[in-house]
């Protein structure tokens, strides 16, 4: 069983940045962001592969965000650059312990408990 706790969710201007952690309490391989707006379903932020040497970006999100990872701390990151207002939404971590990375949502063993990121316009 491993636990995610988020952190760094909160209010922002649009144009402004946050970083989003996400601590696990065990060892993990990929592990991703997602985010979910009102009304919307979950859709994928990024994903990092275990070691750290793969990422992807959903479309509206390259240029913009950067994952990464410190494996010795177990942590997983999310810089939010230029943030729009459309990016307004609970993003939450999710981490793969058999897969070395994944995109796929369903692949995702354990996830968090989310974190909000507002972004006022």
């Known amino acids: 069983q491993v636990q995610l706790v988020e952190s760094g969710g909160g209010l922002v201007q649009a144009g402004g940045s946050l970083r989003l952690s996400c601590a696990a309490s065990?060892?993990?391989?990929?592990m991703g962001w997602f985010r979910q707006a009102p009304g919307k379903e979950r859709e994928l932020v990024a994903a990092i592969s275990w070691s750290g040497d793969s990422t992807y970006y959903a479309d509206s999100m390259k240029g913009r965000f950067t994952i990464s990872r410190d494996n010795a701390k177990n942590t997983v990151y999310l810089q939010m650059n230029s943030l729009e207002a459309e990016d307004t939404a609970v993003y939450y971590c999710?981490?793969?312990?058999?897969?070395?990375?994944?995109?796929?949502?369903?692949?995702?063993?354990?996830w968090g408990q989310g974190t909000q990121v507002t972004v006022s316009s």
């Open positions: 065990g060892r993990t391989f990929s």
């Open positions: 999710a981490a793969s312990v058999a897969r070395p990375m994944t995109i796929v949502q369903t692949q995702y063993d354990y």
